[in-house]
């Protein structure tokens, strides 16, 4: 994978972020006793999105890091981070669609996302260690 691919993954993980965020936020904002999770997945979207915004500069100027930084970081990790994020928001994205957002929060869906939180806990979880990877890696380029 090349650096112009690892770039459109970050564009894609950022578009899938962008859309969880939104519709989560519309739905906390509709919701006043929405489920305890729904804050936490804008959270850690969120610090995902600011992580990427950083790293972004980066990506698309490559030239502008030190070879001994660029060396430290292989191409791999990259996209090992990237797929596990792409795949981690797409399933999350997924989950957050059956639930229907967009319509009153009803007490089947409150009973579906109950039996949900375990799979969404495990999903954040899984997108916060991406993070933690790619805060890494900014760290290694800014250092």
Do not use: Y
């Amino acid at each position: 994978m090349d650096p112009l691919s690892i770039i459109a993954a970050v564009t894609g993980i950022l578009a899938a972020a962008a859309k969880i965020t939104n519709s989560l936020t519309a739905f906390l904002d509709r919701e006043r006793k929405a489920p305890k999770t729904a804050r936490s997945i804008v959270a850690e979207v969120t610090e995902l999105r600011i992580c990427l915004a950083q790293l972004s500069p980066f990506l698309h100027d490559t030239e502008a890091v030190p070879q001994s930084r660029r060396a430290a970081i292989s191409v791999e990790s990259a996209v090992v981070i990237s797929t596990s994020c792409v795949m981690n928001l797409s399933d999350l994205e997924k989950m957050l669609d059956s639930f229907k957002l967009n319509e009153p929060l009803s007490k089947i869906m409150k009973l579906r996302w109950a039996r949900q939180e375990q799979k969404i806990n495990t999903l954040v979880s899984r997108i916060r260690e991406s993070r933690n990877s790619l805060n890494l890696i900014l760290t290694i380029l800014t250092w």
